[in-house]
């Protein structure tokens, strides 16, 4: 009787690991995110920034309402707009992507801002980003660290 109770959840767990690897490669195909690059800062700073692109593969509209890391205490995805002569930020709560459209975050424009840095980055290193989706979908990529020139 154990023995069946035993290949019962084996069997259970196999099913449930090939459901979530299909799901996690579903988001992976539906949504492509490249050239992924956090600003290298010094040991004092307490910020950086976040580049990368991002398309939507998708059929219908999703939006991107988070992105986080361990690096820091916390992110805002943020838009560089310029008034009256002075480049100022503008905090976004989501960015809507339709169907087959790729925006690009780049220096003096769309970014994600990590504030409260809990570890120092240096050039070349690797860092976990999770982008979150307002449907819940989660996607976790690697960004490198590297000096803006």
């Given amino acids: 009787m154990r023995q069946f109770k035993l290949n019962v959840v084996l069997i259970l767990m ?3 690991s090939v459901v979530f690897a299909e799901d996690f490669a579903k988001v992976q195909k539906q949504v492509v995110v490249s050239d992924v690059w ?17 398309t939507n593969n998708e059929s219908t509209t999703i939006k991107l309402i988070e992105v986080n890391s361990d690096i820091a205490a916390h992110s805002m995805i943020h838009q ?8 100022k930020m503008r905090h976004q709560n989501e960015v809507e992507l339709a169907p087959g459209a790729t925006i690009e975050f780049k220096p003096g424009g769309l970014h994600v801002m990590f ?20 449907d819940g979908q989660q996607l976790t990529v690697q960004a ?6």
């Fill in 14 to 16: 196999a099913v449930a």
């Fill in 38 to 54: 956090i600003r290298a800062i010094l040991p004092v700073q307490k910020s950086t920034a976040l580049y990368m692109t991002v």
């Fill in 80 to 87: 560089t707009i310029h008034e009256n002569g002075i480049a």
């Fill in 115 to 134: 504030m409260g840095m809990n570890e120092a980055i240096g050039n070349g290193d690797m860092v976990d980003v999770t982008l979150v989706f307002d």
């Fill in 144 to 149: 490198q660290v590297k000096s803006a020139h």
